[in-house]
């Protein structure tokens, strides 16, 4: 074939024309009954090799000296090639003289378009990363759905203006597709990067023109040659002669292409579950603040009946504080990880005879030793914060990814507050290095990284036997029921070892091959064992009975807190609700989230005396999130303490999802219909027999009781007095007159 002007198939309704300058789009076209629908847009590629590496002060590595060259037609010939379900055409591109192909497969159905990048160097070449840019112009009267992430539904482009919004991908910390699409009167356009081999980073924003850019750093590292090529996925592209709606019933479909799934057998119980998180020990923190709940697991043996009537069913062990806290120290050391083994065992007895099961929270990203905490400690000293640590953090969950200030003083402090028990509890050097150097991250000199631990690469086969087993050997040993695995891509970095340096950025997603077999093992020893994991995207959903909900903790401070909202996010409580909706809507068929307002994260990041959600936002506020948030659909976990003010709306939706586990078996249904002002949560769980659930969630004056619910209802509980109205923060908990 000779070089193309336009990229096209028989088989797809879509055709892409390409600047002749740099083999990449610049327009797309769907042809159907209805004529062409024409989106004009641009991609550039810029690729960044060489330099040499250095520890970050934060950990991981950062590149020096690096060089940065965009992508180029070369005027080679495209060549054809029919995969069978798809039309691939591959147009030669080159970037500093070094060969590559730009690979575009064109598919029957939505979404119609596949870039990828392929490069095929004939000599040694170091890869750092791979960027796609992707600007759509004359968007200024479309609207932004990005499920997941820090958008609320249908966001104007203008509202975006002067903002950098903060995508989450498939395999990153929130429950997000990546998913970007754009919608005016004539149809939606939309940008999905599906890189399922590393994490990118990516931003979108929208220019004073009316464009929206976003940028896809994909973070693929690589060292290459002749006889190591590698593909990198850039963007899914599709465009059609429809609502948002459109692709929002095709997900399903989208989402089986790309192999996005989640478990079908999942335990029964997990759907109306209360998770306690349970807290051994002391944690420190800064000005000389500290807290501990239980000293010793023998203490929550004796608690069991409160924690009972509080209506949580499972405890959520955390490794012991603060040593060694979320650090491995050695999963077969019980005692030193959690707390006495023998309290343990009788723990899970007494919770089992009680009806309560036990889960442990596990960390798998690294060991600690004295070597790593001192690494870390030298880096915050050399870093650019080192002089503003007394300075008060602000919000480190929000959906702002222009400035991490906030997040990194409180980082830097957690080091220094845990410093001593961590340096304390290890040796100068764990032997694991000296014994398996190969389940390590390194460096290109071969030095082990990590960020406060020395790293370990779950994508390592021998570490993954190792892990495996560790695991089983809980399980059967202590008769727990599961595992929360935390932070399990921590090590957001390329692993230059000389086994990985071919694809030195796979290590960071080497869990999720290491979770589907570990499913396996775990299910064969106890078949309605937990799966729960951190992050909260649809790569390490796959294997996953439930995940975290970090996606939604920015919705915690937009509910309660007027000064939290802004012009792209969520303001209202029905803006929530459909959040909400398309969030769960754009997860893998059957995915779960376990919902929180206060965890051992929202409690460690904020300054003393602000940590509580109750701290923040008022008593008051605090039980209209807790109802708002056991209302939805899966299991509500609470970090030890976060109980306090709110007992009566734990040990209520406690009994409710205790004697009617049906309620929580299917969807929930939202109303954003009934109330004018927008500012109800309402709810609706079950049928005739079922529950509903309003809260005045964002009102700032009393809203009036919606006409559906204000006969044929009683209350199982209300916050208020006024029967007609819902002051600011009030709730109701109705069933049909007649049920209970």
């Known amino acids: 074939m000779t070089s193309l002007a336009t990229v096209r198939s028989v088989d797809s ?193 929208a220019g004073e023109d009316g464009s929206v850019t976003m940028d896809v750093a994909t973070n693929f590292a690589a060292a290459l040659d002749g006889e190591n090529a590698a593909e990198v996925t850039l963007v899914t592209l599709d465009v059609q002669r429809a609502r948002f709606d459109a692709v929002r019933a095709q997900w399903p ?38 807290y501990t709940r239980y000293g010793a697991i023998a203490e929550v043996t004796a608690d069991l009946e409160r ?82 640590l007394e300075d008060e953090p602000g919000d480190t969950l929000g959906t702002d990814v222009s400035d991490s200030t906030s997040y ?22 764990t032997p694991l290095e000296d014994e398996h150097p190969e389940w390590f991250f390194r460096d290109s000199n071969g030095q082990v990284t990590g960020v ?103 919705l915690v401070s937009a509910l309660a807190d007027p000064a939290a909202r802004t012009r792209h996010g969520v303001r209202t409580a029905r803006e929530f609700m459909l959040w909400m909706r398309d969030r769960d809507l754009f997860l893998p068929e059957g995915s779960k989230t376990a919902h929180h307002i206060d965890s051992h994260d929202t409690f460690w990041w904020p300054h003393w005396g602000g940590k509580w959600r109750r701290e923040q936002f008022g008593i008051e506020a605090t039980r209209m999130l807790a109802v708002t948030f056991l209302a939805l659909d899966g299991p509500f976990m609470m970090f030890t303490g976060g109980e306090e003010g709110i007992h009566d709306e734990l040990a209520l939706f406690g009994s409710l999802r205790a004697r009617r586990p049906d309620l929580w078996a299917s969807p929930a249904a939202f109303d954003v219909e009934s109330d004018p002002s927008g500012d109800l949560f309402i709810l609706r769980r079950g049928g005739d027999d079922g529950i509903v659930v309003i809260a005045n969630a964002t009102g700032t004056t009393d809203v009036a009781l919606p006409e559906a619910y204000a006969r044929g209802w009683s209350p199982l509980t209300l916050s208020g007095i006024s029967e007609e109205a819902l002051a600011p923060g009030e709730y109701r908990v109705l069933s049909r007159v007649g049920e209970s």
């Not at 950098?164 to 005016?184: C, F, H, K, N, Y």
């Not at 957690?414 to 100068?428: K, T, V």
């Open 452 to 554: 406060y631990t020395k790293a370990f690469d779950a994508r390592n086969r021998e570490w993954q036997r190792y892990f495996r087993e560790s695991m089983l050997h809980l399980v059967r040993e202590l008769d727990i029921d599961g595992f929360r695995f935390d932070a399990p891509t921590y090590n957001h970095f390329p692993n230059w070892s000389e086994s990985t340096r071919g694809r030195a950025s796979l290590s960071a997603l080497g869990c999720v091959p290491l979770f589907e077999e570990l499913r396996e093992d775990i299910r064969s020893a106890k078949a309605d064992a937990l799966m729960y994991t951190e992050p909260s995207g649809h790569l390490l959903r796959a294997s996953m009975d439930l995940n975290y909900n970090y996606d939604e903790q920015w």
């Open 307 to 388: 924690i009972s009537r509080l209506g949580f069913s499972v405890i959520q062990l955390m490794p012991k504080q603060p040593y060694p806290s979320y650090n491995v120290h050695d999963y077969g050391d019980i005692t030193t990880s959690y707390g006495d083994e023998e309290e343990l065992r009788a723990l899970v007895r007494a919770a089992h005879d009680r009806g309560i099961r036990v889960i442990l929270d596990v960390l798998l990203h690294g060991v600690v030793d004295q070597e790593s905490v001192n690494a870390a400690l030298d880096g915050i000293a050399r870093g650019p914060l080192a002089d503003r």
């Open 13 to 205: 309704p879509v055709e892409i024309d390409l600047d002749p300058a740099t083999g990449l789009p610049v327009r797309l076209t769907l042809s159907d009954g209805d004529g062409q629908l024409v989106r004009a847009f641009s991609i550039s590629v810029s690729i960044e090799t060489g330099g040499t590496e250095d520890r970050g002060w934060t950990g991981g590595l950062q590149y020096l000296d690096t060089r940065t060259e965009t992508v180029s037609a070369s005027g080679g010939a495209a060549a054809r090639t029919h995969r069978g379900t798809f039309d691939e055409v591959a147009v030669p591109i080159e970037f500093a003289g070094v060969p590559g192909r730009v690979m575009y497969r064109l598919f029957p159905t939505s979404p119609y378009v596949e870039v990828a990048l392929e490069l095929t160097p004939g000599e040694s070449i170091v890869v750092r990363n791979v960027r796609a840019t992707v600007t759509l112009h004359d968007q200024g009267v479309a609207t932004v759905n990005a499920p997941g992430n820090g958008l609320r539904p249908d966001v104007p482009v203008a509202d975006l203006t002067g903002t950098t919004v903060g995508v989450s991908p498939l395999g990153g910390l929130r429950g997000s597709s990546g998913i970007v699409a754009l919608t005016d009167e004539h149809g939606t356009t939309t940008v999905w990067p599906t890189q399922r081999s590393e994490i990118p980073d990516i931003v979108v924003s």
């Open 253 to 290: 479909r989208w989402a089986q292409r790309y192999g996005l799934g989640s478990p079908d057998r999942k335990p029964e119980w997990v759907d109306a579950a209360q998770i306690y998180e349970v807290q051994i020990g002391t944690s420190y923190f800064w000005g000389g603040n500290t």
């Open 408 to 429: 990194l003083i409180a980082w830097s402090r957690h080091i220094h507050d845990f410093a001593d028990a961590w340096r304390g509890g290890s040796p100068a050097r």
